[in-house]
């Protein structure tokens, strides 16, 4: 059973982050995408934590973090939210991992904000135009229609849209813990209103200037992403000057589900490549 737990909070432009660090070591931060939440990394991130001091957060409007409607949720603002926390909590080159829109706002605190890494290590994620699938488009022109879904018939169009991002199949644990947060009163609207707020103004906006990016850069996809498909590895491996590759067979967008030993091994193998301190 995948269990999620946060037991620190920060306070940010009315919002309140969840997180918690754990470990010793050089610092190590994760990032998740949409509509996932910290707990889809907390399984690697409690491996990596003898070797690395480990920080998981759930951005504003997912997981156990605030979800008010008034809020902005949109990567420009979780960007600036992500270079505000590294600021607070002190970290000056942490090493990051991130994974689908989570990458984005990570490429978006280091080339907007000023923010360096020892290493990034980009994870099936949103960088580069088109993204979104057809759902997500339909989502994004009608939120406020489906904001109003009865309960039921939300339940079952976020398990299904869910269930496309796994190539394997998702056993019953995995997909409560990825639907749980947005099926309350406050969950519902929020799922929506993540989706209404996506651009890709926020992508095309930095990806001009991958090519300076001059950390140690790796790219991981599952070969079977239908979400972003892996070509989108192979032009970002371009665009990022010296960055390597893997693509993992047998995997989809939920590489962590999917393939959780293969992950996990190239986690371990590209973070002690880094691991100087």
């Known amino acids: 059973m995948i269990t999620h737990h946060l037991g620190r909070t920060i306070e940010w432009a009315g919002r309140t982050v969840h997180w918690d660090r754990f470990g010793e070591g050089p610092d190590l931060v994760f990032l998740h995408g949409t509509p996932w939440s910290s707990a889809l990394w907390r399984p690697y991130a409690e491996a990596l934590s003898a070797d690395f001091t480990v920080h998981l957060w759930d951005m504003p409007g997912y997981g156990l973090s605030s979800k008010l409607a008034d809020h902005r949720v949109d990567l420009g603002t979780q960007g600036e939210l992500f270079a505000h926390l590294l600021d607070v909590w002190g970290l000056e080159r942490p090493h990051v991992i991130a994974h689908d829109f989570g990458g984005a706002v990570a490429l978006r605190a280091r080339l907007l904000h000023g923010r360096r890494y020892s290493s990034l290590c980009l994870v099936d994620v949103v960088a580069l135009s088109p993204w979104g699938s057809p759902f997500f488009t339909?989502?994004?022109?009608?939120?406020?229609?489906?904001?109003?879904?009865?309960?039921?018939?939300?339940?079952?169009?976020?398990?299904?849209?869910?269930?496309?991002?796994?190539?394997?199949?998702?056993?019953?644990?995995?997909?409560?813990?990825?639907?749980?947060?947005?099926?309350?009163?406050?969950?519902?609207?929020?799922?929506?209103?993540?989706?209404?707020?996506?651009?890709?103004?926020?992508?095309?906006?930095?990806?001009?200037?991958?090519?300076?990016?001059?950390?140690?850069?790796?790219?991981?996809w599952g070969a079977e992403d239908t979400w972003i498909p892996k070509d989108r590895a192979e032009r970002l491996g371009r665009l990022i000057p010296h960055a390597s590759t893997a693509l993992i067979r047998d995997a989809g967008h939920l590489i962590q589900l999917d393939a959780p030993t293969q992950l996990s091994a190239e986690l371990i193998r590209w973070t002690s490549s880094q691991n100087t301190g």
């Open 138 to 220: 339909l989502v994004g022109r009608h939120a406020d229609i489906f904001e109003q879904l009865p309960a039921a018939v939300h339940r079952g169009a976020i398990e299904a849209y869910i269930r496309g991002a796994s190539h394997r199949g998702l056993r019953d644990d995995e997909l409560e813990m990825l639907v749980r947060p947005w099926i309350d009163s406050d969950g519902q609207p929020a799922f929506y209103r993540q989706i209404a707020q996506a651009d890709e103004h926020h992508t095309d906006e930095v990806q001009p200037l991958y090519g300076t990016i001059d950390e140690p850069t790796h790219i991981v």
